[in-house]
Nanobody
Framework: VQLQASGGGLVQPGGSLRLSCAAS????????MGWYRRAPGKSRELVAVINSDGNTDYADSVKGRFTISRDNAKNTVYLQMNSLKPEDTAVYYC?????????????????WGQGTQVTVSS
């Protein structure tokens, strides 16, 4: 199983970006999917998470600006980021928890994407 993230880039303050992360391989099910970020000189933080039922939660710093969603049929999670601020600049990582495969439907493992850079600057 691999997670492939995309959608990062350079955007001006107040702008928007949409991140995508697709799980490929013989995926059977995925529990929680989420986005984390690590800014220069800071530790990694959870940005948003969504479970398999579509319930979501967000870091206080992004509530009202970011929206996480997922397409279970495509094993893909999205992060719509609006009203971006310079402090949102970071490498964003997607995460998939307890991923099972068709040949091992009750053995779950966690996976990380490779990270995508988001830079908010004028």
């Amino acid at each position: 199983v691999q997670l492939q993230a995309s959608g990062g880039g350079l955007v001006q303050p107040g702008g928007s970006l949409r991140l995508s992360c697709a799980a490929s391989g013989n995926v059977f099910s995925i529990n929680d999917m989420g986005w984390y970020r690590r800014a220069p000189g800071k530790s990694r933080e959870l940005v948003a998470v969504i479970n398999s039922d579509g319930n979501t939660d967000y870091a206080d710093s992004v509530k009202g600006r970011f929206t996480i969603s997922r397409d279970n049929a495509k094993n893909t999670v999205y992060l719509q980021m609006n009203s971006l601020k310079p402090e949102d600049t970071a490498v964003y990582y997607c995460n998939a928890q307890f991923v099972t495969t068709r040949d091992r439907p009750i053995f779950g493992e966690d996976y990380w994407g490779q990270g995508t850079q988001v830079t908010v600057s004028s």
